[in-house]
């Protein structure tokens, strides 16, 4: 037994019996939205990609130590695109990785959100609409890549995270990032057409790269793509296995929460009639003892 | 009559014991300190950070959810297993376990961002019927409102309102069994808001089977808070209690903490996470301190017969099983969750603060209720009444009051 057939057993264990065989409302079989392709070994670290993000999104600029003007360290909600550093100490060799939502194809946050906030849009785009956020940040503990990011000095914040620059792919434009790289590091367009490209540099230059582009079978697949050149755990891009982490759980919503709610109801239904049939006749039974004597 | 009444609780009021007044100040304090926190939001007022999303009013949440499993545990067990003795302790038990919820709620309305929009949950074409967190947030804003209906029967007989007391009378069997789906629902959808963190929760928590083994840790706090409300507040209300229907209810905690331990076990083996019970650092010692305080500790104590039914035993099994149950959900909610290397998280103080003035808050609202409210009956008194009036009022909704 493997450890998924383990899963779809036990989930059963959980209250639902009709696990196995499953599928989430969001699985598609082929897909065809569009993609982002990070090339780290094409990025020079110039942040251009950065500043558009700003600009597009108007987002302010990060000052902090040493007053350098904006150098955020990590993403925040005024920072949805970071351009970092990895280092690989025993080796020597580094890369730049740009970090920004992954837009997972299905999405944690989407499914974890309560009031359906998050959004999955055609193209492919994860979005966050904000006047339904009740600011729970289940999303933020669900992410498994740690991407959205709450406005915690405001009194009644929003999340904020990369939306792919929804407005822009809905005129036909890429995204800013990706319109305003200047090396190509990043490219946009369809999903299974990157994935072609990138196979083709992989092919192209096998002492480069690593063999494998991070994001086409990660989580169920990515619309964001990574080559690299160093070990994509370096970049803080974590080995996460090609299962939807939604799966299971979106499986024990649609079937667990009615199999459980029926199956507890129809055992007390059971057990009460049971206990007043039984009390019934032991009453009859003491009335007519009661009669005798 | 009504005035006599309300000049009566005027003098009980005044009557009362200081630590009364204590408590009603710090739970005051608590209260500025939740408004404060509402008008300048959670930044200032909490160390929560992207790093740590969730905090102390989450592990307040999911902690206090199964401790108010009491209401539910007891109001099935006196319903399917219509015991007398059982009556007696009902109405300490769900009233503890109707304010522990609704100290929940509202815990939770302060922990909300943008808790000006809570009422968005309640948008039927906003729901997201793939989202555990959906489920909770139903469950517990319909199960408060059964709760009301189970406690409401307490209110009315003070008031002597016969119409809604009747209808309510009628309607118990129902009430009961809806409260109990909902809890089985609810409690084991605390579990699955974990199901999604496969990859950040550490293998020692994280399994498929987080529902499942969150309704029955439920299942047994519930009942050890049954048990412990009752010691605690019978003693402290000097009311004489018959222990051997708590030994009762500790026989039935040993078994599940039995079958507990053996799910936990099970699924770790059946993994092959066994050996992360020994190789996992700080970890492995929490793991291992929520299994021996929670379950095993209490297990000896419980399935001894001479400690079963002791007070002293009653107490310190029941006491522990709870101790292993907070345990057991800052592991899950906080220390087992993979946070950023180098950063820790405390609460703040005002989290802190508002936090214990929660409970405090749910201890005095129990002592007045207490007071002013026909909570606690002596067992002979029932038995009389119930021997009495049998048939005529079978199915009162959880207790049974002698009319004054």
Redesign the interface.
């Known amino acids: 037994m493997n ?1 998924r057939d ?2 779809k057993l ?2 059963a ?3 639902s019996l009709f696990l196995g065989g499953a599928q989430t ?1 969001r699985a598609r079989e082929v897909w065809d939205g569009k993609a982002m392709l990070y090339d780290a070994t094409l990025c020079i670290g110039c942040r251009a990609c950065q500043a558009a993000c700003r600009r597009e999104q108007g987002l302010p600029a990060e000052t902090g130590e040493a007053d350098l003007h904006d150098k955020p360290r ?4 005024s920072t949805r695109t970071l351009i970092k550093v990895a280092e690989v100490q025993q080796t020597g060799e580094w890369s730049f990785v740009k970090r920004q939502c992954m837009h997972c194809l299905h999405p ?1 946050c989407v ?6 906030a998050l959004q999955q849009t055609e193209d492919g785009a994860v979005v966050y609409r904000g006047e ?7 999303c ?3 992410c ?1 890549f ?1 991407i959205p ?2 406005e ?7 999340i904020e995270k990369c939306d792919f620059c929804e407005d822009r792919l809905g005129e036909g434009l890429p995204p800013a990032c990706a319109d305003v790289c200047p090396t190509g590091a990043i490219t946009f367009g369809d999903r299974d057409s990157l994935i072609a490209e990138a196979r083709k540099r992989i092919e192209e230059n096998p002492d480069k790269y690593v063999d494998h582009i991070y994001g086409e079978h990660e989580l169920g697949g990515t619309s964001v793509l990574y080559l690299s050149s160093v070990p994509f755990e370096k970049l803080g891009l ?1 080995d ?1 296995g090609s299962e939807p ?2 799966e ?3 499986a ?3 079937y ?2 009615p199999g ?2 029926l199956s ?2 129809g055992l ?2 059971g ?2 009639y049971w ?1 007043s049939s039984h ?1 019934h006749a032991e009453a009859e039974a003491a009335k007519s003892h009661e009669e005798e004597a | 009559m009504a005035r006599e009444t309300k000049s009566g609780i005027l003098k009980e009021l005044r009557q009362l014991p200081r630590s009364y007044f204590i408590m009603a100040a710090f739970a005051a304090f608590g209260l500025a300190l939740g408004l404060y926190r509402m ?6 007022t909490t160390n ?3 790093s740590y ?2 905090g102390l009013w989450i592990i307040y949440d999911v902690f206090f959810i199964p401790f108010s499993a009491g209401a539910f545990m007891i109001s099935a067990v006196t ?2 297993y ?1 015991k007398e003795e059982y009556h007696v302790i009902a109405r300490p038990v769900v009233l503890a376990g109707f304010l522990g919820y609704l100290f929940v709620v509202l815990v939770l309305l302060m ?8 009422y ?2 309640l ?1 039927p074409w ?10 909770v ?1 139903m469950c517990v804003t319909v199960y408060t409102g059964i709760l009301i209906m189970e406690i409401a029967p307490t209110i009315l007989e003070r008031l002597n309102w016969e119409k809604p007391l009747r209808f309510l009378r009628i309607a118990t ?1 129902v009430i009961a ?1 809806a409260g ?2 909902l809890s ?2 609810h409690q ?2 605390v579990g ?2 974990f ?6 929760l550490h293998a020692l928590w994280w ?6 083994l969150f309704f029955t840790s439920a299942a047994f706090s519930g009942l050890s808070m049954a048990i412990f409300v009752a010691v605690v507040s019978f003693t402290a209300f000097g009311k004489r209690l018959k222990l051997d229907l708590l030994s009762d209810l500790a026989k039935i905690v040993f078994l599940m903490l039995g079958l507990y331990l053996a799910l936990k076990v099970v ?1 770790l083996a ?2 092959g996470e066994l050996g992360l019970v020994f190789s996992s650092g700080w970890l492995s010692f929490m793991f291992v301190a929520e299994v021996v305080v929670g379950v095993i500790a209490p297990m000896l104590i419980f399935g001894n017969r001479g400690m079963r039914e002791s007070k002293s035993g009653l107490f310190q099994g029941s006491a522990l099983v709870l101790l292993g149950l907070g345990l057991n959900r800052v592991n899950v909610a906080l220390l087992g ?1 993979r946070g ?1 290397t180098g950063t820790a998280y405390f609460p703040h103080w005002i989290e802190l603060v508002i936090s214990l003035a929660a409970v405090v808050a749910g201890v005095l609202l129990f002592g007045l209720a207490s007071r002013f409210l026909p909570i606690f009956q002596d067992v002979e008194d029932v038995e009389a009444e119930r021997a009495s009036s049998k048939g005529r009022e079978k199915d009162i909704a959880w207790g049974h009051v002698p009319q004054a």
């Open positions: 450890r383990f899963l036990s989930g264990g959980a209250g409302a990590e993403l925040s909600a944690a499914s974890a959100c309560p009031v359906g339904r956020c009740i600011g729970c940040r289940y933020q503990v669900a498994p740690g990011k709450f915690w000095d405001k009194s009644f914040p929003y974590p996460v982490v939604t299971l759980s979106e024990i919503a649609t667990g929460t459980v709610a507890v109801a007390l239904g057990l009460y206990f009390e | 008008v300048v939001g959670l930044g200032p929560l950070s992207d999303p969730w319903h399917i219509d922990d909300l961002g943008r808790w000006h929009r809570f968005n949950v948008i906003y729901w997201n019927p793939h989202s555990f967190m959906f489920e947030s069997v069994g109990i789906v089985s629902l084991s959808s699955s808001l199901l999604l963190m496969r990859h950040k399994t498929p089977q987080l529902p499942l699924d059946i993994n969750l950023p």
